[in-house]
């Protein structure tokens, strides 16, 4: 076999994958059409209200205030709610920012702070688990605002003790609009939280995003507790949750969030999640595939879940492919109309994933922004795919090795808001 012929050979089986992941896109999008009944209603009456404890973990990040503040305004009775702050801070500023604002709070909010960051914010959520006393635990990254009636929306699927998992949804986002950057990671959010998880709700099979959702504190005990050794937590204890036969929730319910602003910060975010999300299917790929408390649909999706990314290593290697196919064929040969229709083909067949964005774009009643994501999604897309495929190589052939060029995989992403509440400690 010539180098042209095992080219095309790879570039054909390739292009083969890539349809069909395009045509899974354009499935979901059809399939969210059907089942998504999801609209923000009044504020539930709750027949009970459950204690609960609200955590938000910080790591040097002053913006943290402006959620805790949000945190103390919640419609919920003060008597059934209590406030941590999980620190893991280095910086003394931020650090005693923090410390004094659960001082004006006494018993109501409580400072927590580690001098190491043993297995980072999953090891703190760990470490501290023993002084929660809500039946309850609410999570918030330090960037999100929730808005007053989030914990009587969140508490009421609870009321089914089967319920482990409630996650609502991240639509808002405070700097979506700041650059191209902030556009495509807010884009790809939205589909992820308009598109996606209406369905993996039908199916019972959402994950807890790690933020701006709430866990029974029983199951995570039940199932082993945080996995401080992941890099995405907040999957791993999903799966072990819908593993041992609980349900999940997703509400649409917003909670403002900010999105990453540099190329850097977004690429490191995108790479975490994609490791982290493979290593869960590796690490629990026996139980996903064989437990018998798994309904079909929801193996289906876990797997979509966590290793859907693997097909950013099949694009490389067909766009490398193709391009050794055509310098090795005949490159200066005339262009003609079998060409064009050709091109054509290939790009409809190709074309899933921007009808995921146009799905999605609809759903948030946003379609005048089509141009900006189809930009972002040739462009950055091009980018994010790249560093996909070396996450997705890690994940797989180097598991025992650091993502990144450091000592840990963790890297927490910088916040917008920081500088802001710093300069107002």
């Given amino acids: 076999m010539t180098l042209h012929e095992l080219s095309l050979l790879l570039y054909k089986g390739g292009l083969i994958l890539v349809a069909l992941s395009s045509a899974i896109f354009v499935l979901l999008a059809l399939v969210n059409l059907l089942v998504d009944r999801s609209r923000r209603g009044p504020t539930p009456e709750l027949g009970d209200h459950p204690f609960i404890t609200v955590q938000v973990p910080s790591y040097n990040d002053a913006v943290a205030a402006r959620c805790l503040e949000a945190c103390l305004n919640f419609s919920y009775p003060n008597n059934r709610y209590e406030i941590m702050i999980l620190d893991d801070s280095t910086d003394q500023r931020t650090a005693r920012l923090l410390e004094e604002f659960a001082n004006r709070h006494p018993g109501f909010v409580r400072y927590f702070h580690r001098d190491n960051r043993r297995g980072y914010k999953p090891g703190a959520l760990q470490a501290w688990m023993s002084h929660v006393r809500g039946e309850l635990v609410v999570i918030f990254d330090s960037d999100f605002v929730p808005q007053r009636d989030f914990l009587q929306h969140i508490a009421q699927p609870f009321e089914d003790s089967r319920v482990a998992i409630v996650q609502t949804r991240q639509g808002t986002f405070l700097n979506g609009n700041q650059n191209l950057i902030t556009r495509f990671a807010s884009y790809l959010l939205s589909i992820h939280h308009f598109i996606?998880?209406?369905?993996?709700?039908?199916?019972?099979?959402?994950?807890?995003?790690?933020?701006?959702?709430?866990?029974?504190?029983?199951?995570?005990?039940?199932?082993?507790?945080?996995?401080?050794?992941?890099?995405?937590?907040?999957?791993?204890?999903?799966?072990?949750?819908?593993?041992?036969?609980?349900?999940?929730?997703?509400?649409?319910?917003?909670?403002?969030?900010?999105?990453?602003?540099?190329?850097?910060?977004?690429?490191?975010?995108?790479?975490?999640?994609?490791?982290?999300?493979?290593?869960?299917?590796?690490?629990?790929?026996?139980?996903?595939?064989?437990?018998?408390?798994?309904?079909?649909?929801?193996?289906?999706?876990?797997?979509?879940?966590?290793?859907?990314?693997?097909?950013?290593?099949?694009?490389?290697?067909?766009?490398?492919?193709?391009?050794?196919?055509?310098?090795?064929?005949?490159?200066?040969?005339?262009?003609?109309?079998?060409?064009?229709?050709?091109?054509?083909?290939?790009?409809?067949?190709?074309?899933?994933?921007?009808?995921?964005?146009?799905?999605?774009?609809?759903?948030?009643?946003?379609?005048?922004?089509?141009?900006?994501?189809?930009?972002?999604?040739?462009?950055?897309?091009?980018?994010?795919?790249?560093?996909?495929?070396?996450?997705?190589?890690?994940?797989?052939?180097?598991?025992?090795?650091?993502?990144?060029?450091?000592?840990?995989?963790?890297?927490?992403?910088?916040?917008?808001?920081?500088?802001?509440?710093?300069?107002?400690?």
């Avoid at 026996?286 to 018998?292: A, D, F, R, W």
């Avoid at 879940?305 to 490398?320: D, E, F, K, L």
């Avoid at 795919?385 to 598991?399: E, N, P």
Wanted: hydrophobic share 45%; net charge positive; charged share 20%.
């Fill in 196 to 425: 996606l998880m209406p369905i993996l709700h039908r199916y019972n099979a959402v994950f807890f995003c790690g933020t701006a959702g709430a866990l029974r504190k029983r199951a995570i005990e039940e199932v082993g507790g945080w996995n401080s050794t992941s890099i995405t937590e907040d999957s791993d204890l999903s799966v072990r949750l819908l593993i041992k036969g609980y349900r999940s929730v997703y509400l649409p319910v917003d909670t403002p969030s900010e999105v990453p602003v540099t190329i850097k910060a977004f690429l490191k975010q995108q790479m975490r999640w994609c490791f982290g999300n493979v290593r869960v299917f590796c690490d629990h790929a026996q139980h996903i595939l064989l437990k018998s408390s798994l309904t079909l649909a929801q193996r289906i999706l876990i797997c979509f879940m966590t290793i859907a990314s693997v097909i950013a290593p099949i694009v490389i290697i067909m766009t490398i492919a193709g391009s050794v196919a055509w310098l090795t064929g005949d490159p200066f040969r005339s262009f003609g109309i079998e060409d064009v229709r050709d091109i054509l083909t290939k790009l409809l067949l190709t074309s899933g994933f921007l009808i995921l964005g146009l799905a999605m774009l609809y759903k948030r009643d946003s379609l005048r922004e089509f141009p900006h994501f189809l930009i972002a999604a040739i462009s950055l897309g091009c980018v994010l795919t790249c560093a996909l495929f070396l996450a997705v190589y890690k994940a797989v052939f180097r598991k025992d090795r650091p993502l990144f060029a450091q000592k840990t995989s963790w890297i927490c992403t910088p916040k917008s808001g920081n500088e802001q509440f710093k300069g107002s400690g």
